[in-house]
């Protein structure tokens, strides 16, 4: 028992050790980390230590580790795909309106921290996004995807890195209410975009926060209005 108790610690020391490794390193998503064997001299611990300290990073997405080409800095560290577990929900209409709840109090705080931190590069990247849902709506096609990259890149622009976290939050927000809406919008959603961009490009915080608002009350009421209907 006291040997189990002592190698555990030893891998969690490990582990600890790697992730400052990669703090001081300024290894950056997607980065490659060095192999096993040099992790080991590095260490100072058995490579079998510095296997079992890799999947303790794995399991909390700090790194990945890809067959036949290495361990990499995961693109998103520390969060996952599903970090609320929100695919299990039995109750999906429940979680849909939960959903939007959050979005609400979350997103246009953001979107007012976006215009006041936005970089020009942040703003070009933003409205490639929003140009890229403009354009799937011209042709009436699917755009939730793109919805998800304008919505996290709002998150982005605003270089609060508690906030980009959230995003996984907001991107299932999104996916989920596509999928649990009846009718696609598609007008409101131009118009309630650009506003949104416009502002954050101008840096007007407050009416980046009301265009948010706005656009995510109006799909609120709308899928709330056709649950009623049904």
Known sequence: MEKHTENRTRT????????????ERNYVPGDKLPTEAELS?????????????LRILVSRNIVVIRQGSG??????????????????????EKL?????QIRVMLEPPIA????????????RK?????????RLIARRQD????????????????????????????????????REVGTTEYEQTLI???AVFQAIRDGKGLEAQQAMQFHLLYNENRYLEERRGI
């Open 12 to 23: 969690e020391r490990a582990s600890e050790e790697l992730v400052r490794l990669i703090r």
């Open 41 to 53: 001299e590095l260490l100072g611990v058995g490579r079998n230590t510095v296997r079992e300290a």
């Open 71 to 92: 361990t990499f800095v995961s693109e998103k560290p520390g969060v996952s795909d599903d970090p609320f577990g929100f695919s299990l929900a039995a109750d999906q």
């Open 96 to 100: 849909t309106r939960d959903l939007m």
């Open 112 to 123: 007012a921290l976006a215009a006041q931190n936005a970089r020009e590069e942040d703003i």
């Open 126 to 134: 933003l409205e490639q996004l929003l140009e890229e849902v403009e």
């Open 143 to 178: 755009y939730a995807e793109a919805d998800i990259r304008f919505h996290e890149q709002i998150a982005n622009c605003s270089h609060n890195s508690v906030m980009s976290n959230l995003v996984p939050v907001i991107g299932k927000g999104i996916a989920v209410f596509a």
């Open 192 to 194: 309630s975009h650009r």
